[in-house]
């Protein structure tokens, strides 16, 4: 017999986030540097490209840190923690990836959904960027996609974002050009 209880664990691996003493990595997310707490193991063993990235900041940091020990003696490595930098992501769009990341849920609406498409494409999460694809288009089919093309903006340095928006002019185009001629066609 084997017995799956995820809910619990889905709970337990959430809620470590809100306990920074828990947690190993720091990012410093948006403008205001907001912190957001993680657990390195969970996010390298979840994709390739956090673990890469983690690997390369621990690296720097180890390197910046052997530069000062010379000078101030031993720190122990458990008083260090990683702390790397993502400024281009919107704090709480970040928040609830990482979220994700380490409980597997996350919650998609209008307001997160880019920032969520964002990083599961820059960090390796096909299963979440299909799911905010089809959130998206059935947000166009009913007619709300403008809320979503506004948040779009955040992200206007990132590729999907950029596709997304073209996307979305080029069809307001289509449909301005419809409604001035009344065909289908644009002249």
């Given at each position: 017999m084997i017995l799956k209880s995820t809910r619990g664990l889905h709970d337990s691996l959430a809620l470590i986030l809100d306990m920074p003493e828990m947690?190993?990595?720091?990012?410093?997310?948006?403008?205001?540097?907001?912190?957001?707490?993680?657990?390195?193991?969970?996010?390298?063993?979840?994709?390739?490209?956090?673990?890469?990235?983690?690997?390369?900041?621990?690296?720097?940091?180890?390197?910046?840190?052997?530069?000062?020990?010379?000078?101030?003696?031993?720190?122990?490595?458990?008083?260090?923690?990683?702390?790397?930098?993502?400024?281009?992501?919107?704090?709480?769009?970040?928040?609830?990836?990482?979220?994700?990341?380490?409980?597997?849920?996350?919650?998609?609406?209008?307001?997160?959904?880019?920032?969520?498409?964002?990083?599961?494409?820059?960090?390796?999460?096909?299963d979440l960027q299909t799911a905010c694809t089809k959130f998206i288009q059935r947000s166009q089919d009913r007619g709300e996609g403008k809320q979503i093309l506004d948040s779009a903006w955040n992200y206007q340095h990132k590729r999907v974002s950029q596709k997304l928006i073209c996307k979305q002019c080029c069809k307001s185009t289509r449909n301005l050009t419809t409604l001035k001629t009344g065909s289908e066609k644009p002249f």
């Open positions: 947690c190993d990595v720091t990012f410093l997310v948006g403008k205001r540097h907001a912190p957001i707490y993680g657990v390195k193991a969970i996010l390298a063993t979840r994709s390739r490209c956090l673990y890469q990235l983690i690997l390369q900041h621990q690296r720097t940091a180890e390197a910046e840190s052997s530069s000062k020990k010379s000078k101030k003696g031993n720190r122990s490595p458990l008083q260090q923690k990683l702390v790397i930098d993502m400024h281009d992501y919107l704090v709480e769009d970040f928040r609830r990836f990482i979220t994700f990341v380490h409980s597997g849920k996350v919650k998609i609406d209008a307001n997160n959904v880019i920032g969520l498409l964002c990083a599961s494409v820059e960090y390796g999460f096909p």
